[in-house]
């Protein structure tokens, strides 16, 4: 990591390691990490809890930090080696909360500015998965929130970075508009091949969108892994209490029943969803998410019901928080996968429920996103 030697004009990909202290004020950043090479980081805290200063350095906006960053075996910083690379140099892109355009240019404009002659073989793919063919010929002021970020994120991409960093891009957009760009950001970040920071106080946008979760605290990292490990923590409820307790699994699309209008989603080869209808195709990825309130438990598997998500489970493991004794948290096994449930103290003492018990878990809904 930090100790090897590093051509900084040599590019490596790989993961993204760092290890920087700031002082800012009365605030200290104080951050350690360790991060794919791949996939969608989500960088999740409360206001002021560090993750757009964390952001700025790894991008080289800010220089008042000590410590190393390194792309793979490039060091981005090092202070004990005397090395800093200006942000022009590091290929990384940055997507701000504003677009940032310039306002006397046309759209193409834009995305050509800075662009390197060996990405332009990438312009047009880049354009028609963000949707914005039809853009190309307008300014920048003709344009509505979610269309000037879009154009953003494509003049971002079309630098040719090595990390794309997302600093909030969804903040001040409504309902509508936000859904749809995180439904482009998400394609996106599905089918380029680059490593996606992504900055948000949001726990939807994360859950739709991210594979990896850093939950930041008061200038630090309380937590760093996968994002459907992280949820199932239950020393984490408080901290990720926006999450709400909810499960992130995925599965295969294998069947619709077009007359009902449910789509049959297969998490292994045991264990099947029914969801409202998609129109996903056969053999497509979904993300599922699944609040932990949202989940019934039977001793036996029920007849005579509504509920047509009725999966075998076993509990294995529970809990009861601090915050809230008259609460019991289950992870209940799943074939392969973990699913989380909550109950009331009563029901729990009731049905005589304990750890590694056979259950029917009962699932009112779900919500999804294709991968």
Not at 1 to 26: E, F
Not at 123 to 142: K, N, Q, S, V, Y
Not at 333 to 353: H, N, P, Q, Y
């Amino acid at each position: 990591m930090a100790n090897r030697p590093s051509d900084p004009n040599k590019s490596t990909p790989g993961s993204l390691t760092l290890a920087v202290k700031q002082q800012l004020g009365q605030f200290q950043l104080a951050a350690t990490l360790d991060l794919p090479g791949s996939g969608v980081t989500g960088l999740f805290g409360a206001s002021g809890s560090g993750k757009t200063s964390l952001l700025r350095l790894i991008a080289g906006l800010d220089k008042s930090a000590e410590g190393h960053i390194y792309i793979g075996d490039r060091a981005l910083l090092d202070t004990q080696r005397g090395v800093f690379i200006p942000p022009h140099r590091r290929r990384i892109g940055v997507v701000f909360q504003e677009a940032r355009l310039f306002p006397h240019y046309q759209v193409r404009g834009n995305l050509t500015y800075g662009m390197p002659r060996h990405a332009t073989s990438r312009f047009d793919e880049i354009i028609g998965l963000l949707g914005i063919e039809a853009l190309l010929e307008r300014m920048p002021g003709t344009l509505s929130g979610g269309e000037a970020r879009r154009v953003a994120i494509g003049r971002a991409l079309l630098s040719d970075p090595q990390l794309l960093l997302m600093d909030e891009p969804l903040t001040g957009l409504d309902g509508a508009r936000k859904e749809e760009l995180l439904r482009y950001i998400t394609r996106l970040t599905q089918q380029v091949d680059i490593p996606v920071v992504y900055v948000s106080h949001d726990p939807e946008e994360i859950s739709a969108i991210a594979d990896h979760l850093v939950l930041m605290n008061k200038g630090q990292v309380q937590a760093s892994g996968s994002l459907s490990t992280l949820l199932q923590r239950f020393d984490l409820t408080h901290q990720l209490g926006g999450f709400d307790a909810a499960s992130l699994l995925e599965g295969e699309v294998v069947a619709h029943e077009e007359a009902y209008g449910l789509t049959h989603l297969a998490l292994d080869c045991d264990h099947q969803l029914v969801l409202p209808g998609t129109s996903a195709p056969l053999g497509r990825r979904l993300r599922v998410r699944i609040l932990a309130r949202d989940i019934a438990l039977a001793l036996t598997p029920p007849t005579n019901t509504s509920y047509r998500n009725q999966l075998n489970a076993t509990i294995s493991d529970f809990t009861i928080l601090p915050e809230a004794p008259y609460t019991v948290e289950l992870r209940l096994s799943i074939g392969t996968v973990a699913l989380r449930a909550r109950l009331t103290r009563k029901s729990w003492d009731e049905m005589g429920l304990k750890q590694g018990m056979q259950v029917t878990a009962l699932i009112r809904s779900v919500s999804f996103n294709a991968l």
